[in-house]
């Protein structure tokens, strides 16, 4: 399969300012040296915690946050600065669904005038055009044509997030970078979201970057993720790799604190989640560097890479 | 019905005054809560699971909402009391966790000095005992340090242990009774099984019951006793844990277990239940309004009349007929 998206040491830092003259003092270390790659048609999962940095690369790909240093590359073509995206049409390629269906749809605009924008930016068809394809588009999601000339309140959630995909879809894009695209639904509308999500990228061979911090979740949708904490990444690795081969304390300790259906075991599982906790805590150190961060990944297979220490390895053996 | 039963609802209706006309909510809600057992309330957005806690700690607004039925928390009935008598109530015999801690704590008080002003309002304990309590407490939900956060304000707080701070003002006087709605939903996973197990651990500690509020059926699969599964504001399967996810019954409580992505990370594609929650005006309370989203059913089957919940274990109540033939649609 060809690679689609390619990020390379990508690095995005907040200023922090502070003092007098409100001089830069220190700053936010989001994005810390990622490298990910997206292949065609297919899912990729970012997990990680609310504040681990996961938000922040989906939208430096999209091209909404300001790079510090890295490159990205589409199509072996470098994005990294916006002419060079607007060259190669780039945002059209690109799309994004955001977690929060009600905010990212306009109020005041039907939901017709919401799913063409997109079209009238991109495609050039004629109001005729415009309105078949957007009939099709809400087809494809479920939803009824006369829902063409409503408004975003008189949805339900799963009904606005289904709008979002339609929408992002709309220009055929290549990649659409999902940011919790359904962390806000009940659970049988999330089935429901995901389903389509599932079945517009068998129909369009649509790659997605699946940003999550739902483990369960991510298993149903990617066959490659990636597990980053504190703005970087600390284990990359195929879904076989991460559930059932997890080498970073970090990971195991993410996997542990998953809930499970298995009442008959339960008090097993909670035993051993506690003693993952207690395991953290006492040797958290040793997989962190002096400044708390995630060491550089070393492979340990072919499609299994994990942040550890340098003589982890020899360490082991003691 | 035993002696044992902390709270005892019978036949709870709720109904909210929109544009002047009286909408039933939740109809005939009958649960029980033993001392030191989790009792979770599970469905949809939508079922009326907080319209039934809100109801248990009086905060509907007796001008706009009309409760009828029976509550009571032993010789007390809850639906009689008055206004004035709410407080001594609340946060005392009954503590509540919200599902936003950042909404529930007051952002202009040190998190030490809200315990204490909790503390404070019941007389439960000795003001000499304020100082000791309050980071007694701290230690108890797991926050380090706890001298030093008693001083800090919310804000300062990550989203984690403002969390564990309104545990903390829930279980300040020792309630029997707690009722968490939604305490882990805005929480990261690492996060939510901590709060989980320390929920757990408290009331083993304090023997208090709870009643958690979820949609979350992993949630409830790790933490709760007993669980009742509401739909439209009815209760449709009610059981103790192991047999209701050994032996589901209900169709909505089966489709809700097989629409979980948790369950089986295997198949291609997830159970979709068809159709929406209906809207208050459109629940019939006499019929089965899960089954209008079961179309492949016979019509006598989803038409069965005043379904009532039914005994058919020894911990294991169902609603109605529906589930001795319910199929799946792609089973029929």
Redesign the interface.
Known sequence: MAELLRVENLKVHYPIRSGFFNRVTDYVYAADGVSLSIEEGKTYGLIG??GSGKSTIGKAIVGLEDITAGKIFFQGVDVTDAKSRARINYNKDVQMIFQDSMSSLNPRKTIFDIIAEPLRNFSGYKEEALKSEVRHLLEIVGLPEETMYQFPFQF?G?QRQRIGIARAVATKPKLIVADEPVSAL???????V??YM?AIQQEFGIAFLFIS?????V??MTENLAIMNNGRLVEVGTRDDIFDHAQHLYTK??L?????????N?AE??AH??AI?VEFQEHKAAYYDKDGRAFPLISVSETHAVALPENYLEAEDL | MSDSNLLVAKDVSVSFKIRGEFVTAIKDVSLSVKSGEVLALVGESGSGKSTFATSVIGLHDPSQSKVTGNIHMGERDLLALTPDEWPTIRGADIGMIFQDPLAALNPLAKVGDQIREALSVHKVYQESEYDGRVIELLNQVGIPHPERVAKEFPHQLSGGMRQRVVIALAIANKPRLIIADEPTTALDATIQAQILDLLKDIQDENGAGIILITHDLSVVAEVADRVAVMYAGQIVEDAEVAELFANPLHPYTRSLLRSNPTIDADTDELYVIQGTVPGLKHIDFHKDMFLQRTPWLPEDVRNEVDPQLEKVGPEHWVRGNSWRVFRFDDEV
Do not use: F, M
Request: without cysteine.
């Open positions: 915690e609310s339900s799963g009940d659970l049988s509308v999330q089935a429901q995901l389903n599932k911090h739902d483990l369960g979740v298993r149903h300790r993410l542990a604190a998953i809930p499970e259906i298995d009442v008959p339960r599982n909670r989640r506690k906790e």
